[in-house]
């Protein structure tokens, strides 16, 4: 299954592992780059401590020269706006260790792209929609991923979002007419070599995968929650603001956050404003749930792609499976 991602990344499958904040380790990372995936460390909020011990765990991991040119990370735009620290520590490694791509999702990209360029790294610019790509394309993106509304955790909400099953194939025909040299992955819903083949079928070059990445072993999520993941069906999740307020994340519209649709979930998901204007006791019982590990409150970040997992292997089981189906659709 050659594609441009798998020639620009020397890839052996064309997936790219989706950079989820605190949850994508070194240990994944490494994971998915020893079997030829582009493993993405999920820096996120940019906290400095986390990245530099998990970036530098991933190169250690992924153990050969190869495997680490495989490494990059990932970063929440917002977040830099505010403390670039994370950013500027892992553009500053030296030339073996430098991240081979460098993820930015949710904010204007184009303040970074020629610091970015300067170190050598492939930029990916992760949109959700059209209006969005030509400022990525300004910021010298190499790679364009586009994000559906079925994707888990944080994403466009119901009223802007996009579907990946129209999204993709509207964006590829546009950057075929305005930035032909430019790769598109898929991002939302994509967890088999089903899925994988359609994203290829839509015009893609590959695949952003998050959810099924995430319910793996060598993934930091609780394994409390990815065993709700594996119990759980398509109908299962809901997209609102309601845990990004109950973990005190102040997101930006028109971003809201996709996951596990549990009790406390269920409780606020009409009530939004309320909880907003009071959320007190509501955090209470969620620090609580997290606390004991309780997720009919605390949450599990997947998409609607989890009626699709029905175990927690490791990655590298995840991803000979995916390349294995989707290769023989492909055929």
């Not at 319910?215 to 809901?238: M, S, Y």
Request: glycine share 10%.
């Amino acid at each position: 299954m050659k594609t441009r991602l798998t020639t620009l990344f020397d890839l052996s499958v064309p997936v790219a592992l989706a950079p989820m904040a605190l949850a994508c380790g070194g240990a994944l990372a490494a994971a998915c780059a020893r079997a030829g995936a582009l493993g993405l460390v999920g820096g996120g909020y940019g906290d400095l401590a986390w990245t530099q011990r998990e970036y530098t765990l991933a190169l250690q991991a992924a153990e050969t020269a190869p495997n680490r040119s495989r490494i990059g990370c990932g970063f929440i735009t917002w977040k830099l706006d505010e403390d670039a620290s994370a950013l500027d520590w892992v553009l500053d490694r030296p030339a073996g260790d430098k991240p081979r791509a460098l993820m930015l999702s949710f904010g204007d990209p184009r303040p970074y792209g020629a610091r970015i360029a300067a170190a050598g790294t492939t930029l990916m610019c992760q949109v959700q929609r059209m209006e969005q790509v030509p400022q990525a394309i300004e910021a010298g993106a190499r790679v364009i991923v586009a994000q559906g509304a079925e994707a888990g955790g944080h994403g466009m909400n119901s009223l802007n979002g996009r579907a990946t099953m129209t999204f993709v194939p509207e964006l590829a025909d546009w950057l075929a007419a305005h930035a032909p040299d430019t790769l598109l992955l898929a991002a939302g819903g994509i967890a088999d070599g089903r899925t994988l083949a359609a994203a290829l079928v839509l015009g893609a070059d590959g695949a952003l995968v998050g959810s099924r990445l995430w319910a793996t072993r060598e993934c930091l999520a609780a394994q409390g929650a990815k065993d709700q993941a594996v119990r759980a069906n398509g109908d299962g999740t809901a997209r609102s603001a309601v845990f990004d307020i109950l973990r005190r994340k102040n997101w930006p519209a028109p971003y809201d956050f996709r996951a596990i649709r549990n009790d406390l979930h269920r409780q606020w998901e009409d009530r939004v404003e309320a909880l907003r204007a009071d959320p007190a006791a509501a955090r209470a019982r969620y620090d609580a749930a997290v606390k004991a590990g309780d997720f009919s409150a605390a949450h599990a970040t997947v998409g609607e792609a989890v009626g699709l997992i029905n175990d927690c292997p490791s990655a590298e089981d995840v991803l000979r499976r995916m390349a294995r189906d989707a290769a023989a659709l492909w055929r």
